[in-house]
């Protein structure tokens, strides 16, 4: 089995053609597991080139996401929202740390736990300042998955970011007037002037903003660098099966990852109050609406893209989706597009009080995680909704204690379906499991 020649360290002879990430798993596999291994050697007690001790990898990165989301939590909320409070601080981050496609995935060798670990350590090794081991931590997780990149890219700009208002003595959140937020273009004018006021300062200047921002932005910049050189090399961003993993224009998929995160956050975005404030908003934005609609009806005709696995394979949730819904009626897919506005809507409403700058980082990087993406997979939305949940302001006790007993629901029910319900393909012997 391919873990077992990983465990005893013939890693490139017997590299499977059909793997599409890089090794980043199962070197740490190795890192964690071959220790052990000569230990317990003499005893010959106990062996650890097992799927179960493999998975167990897994499991230790599922006791750091639960430590770094919460570390991330306090640096992000302690200080700027009302009613952060310790405990409601831990359980927001283990909700999140028991987010059902993520807690699901846990359980099984996939690479989706370690992915995310090294991801959100990561950014809170970028929010505190320590750019350089940010980056190699990010190197880390682009080892994981090579997608990460985009969120190692979004660590960098909202550093940078920081940096330029941090110069420029702006406020980091777009609020003012106890709490009234300014829109973005009032944001956006006050960071000018306040900018055009430090660069025009004696002691400050252009050349020290450069320098300042250089100083941040270099350890990303070679990650970077170094990435593309690999794609350049290798020829692409996976490294096999790559026939199956081709990048394409599925503007969709955005579409499908904003209704996801609302979806999943429904506590905090859906509502009755909700619902009237965005009728009142549809009421005063008509115009903006209509634009908004059509753009999104031409994107779900011209490039709603259909990959054959989506079709093919019916152990995944999307398959079924695509078949109840998307398939049901060639109308079907138009009829969500309000759906999506509102998807849009509430994520954006969410995220309102966080300032222009750190918005459009995060929308560019939603869009490049999403967007280039040819199969539907709800995996790909994992970092995009804690990326999404850390930073929003939700510590409402009772929506907390809601969205705890929903994810608790729906884990013991995917996981009762996987362990209890497996069915059998025609022609083949091995028996499958429905899974995210």
């Not at 050697?41 to 499991?59: D, G, I, K, Q």
């Not at 990435?227 to 969709?252: K, M, T």
């Not at 709603?304 to 060639?330: G, M």
């Not at 929003?392 to 996987?418: D, H, I, P, Q």
Request: include cysteine.
């Amino acid at each position: 089995m391919k873990y077992s020649t990983y465990l005893r360290l013939r890693l490139i002879a017997a590299w499977d053609s059909m793997i599409t990430t890089l090794p980043g798993l199962y070197l740490v596999s190795v890192g964690l597991l071959k220790p052990l291994t000569v230990l317990l050697r003499p005893s010959n007690s106990v062996e650890l080139c097992t799927p179960f001790w493999l998975r167990m990898t897994n499991v230790i990165f599922a006791v750091g996401n639960l430590y770094v989301l919460y570390c991330l939590i306090w640096k992000l909320h302690s200080q700027t929202s009302k009613n952060f409070s310790t405990l409601k601080g831990l359980m927001k981050a283990l909700n999140l740390a028991m987010f059902p496609v993520l807690y699901f995935f846990t359980f099984l060798y996939y690479t989706d736990a370690g992915s995310t670990f090294f991801t959100l350590l990561m950014y809170l090794l970028s929010l505190y300042g320590n750019h350089t081991l940010a980056a190699i931590i990010g190197g880390a997780a682009v080892m994981m998955r090579q997608t990460n990149i985009v969120w190692a890219a979004f660590a960098g700009g909202t550093a940078v970011a920081s940096c330029i208002i941090d110069y420029s003595h702006c406020p980091d959140v777009a609020e003012k007037d106890h709490g009234r937020h300014l829109t973005d273009w009032e944001y956006y004018d006050l960071l000018k002037s306040s900018l055009i006021k430090a660069v025009n300062n004696p002691k400050k200047g252009y050349a020290r903003l450069l320098v300042q921002v250089a100083a941040v932005a270099w350890p990303y910049a070679a990650l970077g660098l170094g990435f593309c050189a690999f794609v350049i090399l290798n020829g692409g961003i996976v490294v096999g099966d790559i026939s199956s993993h081709v990048a394409c224009l599925h503007l969709p998929q955005f579409f499908y990852c904003c209704s996801f995160l609302a979806l999943f956050a429904f506590p905090f975005t859906f509502s009755y109050h909700k619902a009237v404030t965005f009728i009142r908003f549809l009421r005063d934005n008509v115009i903006t609406v209509v634009v908004i609609g059509g753009a999104m009806v031409t994107a779900v005709y011209y490039f709603t893209y259909t990959h054959p696995y989506l079709l093919a394979d019916n152990r995944h949730y999307p398959f079924y989706i695509w078949r109840k819904i998307y398939q049901r009626h060639e109308l079907a897919r138009y009829g969500l597009v309000p759906v999506y506005v509102y998807s849009l809507w509430s994520c954006h409403m969410q995220l309102r009080y966080r300032n222009p700058l750190w918005k459009l980082t995060f929308l560019l990087c939603l869009v490049l995680a999403s967007v280039p993406q040819h199969l539907v997979e709800f995996r790909y939305f994992i970092l995009p909704y804690l990326f999404f949940r850390i930073h929003t302001r939700s510590f409402g006790a009772w929506k907390l204690l809601m969205e705890f007993v929903a994810y608790c629901v729906v884990n013991a029910a995917t996981l009762r379906l996987f362990l209890e319900k497996p069915f059998v393909w025609e022609g083949v012997s091995e028996q499958q499991r429905f899974m995210w």
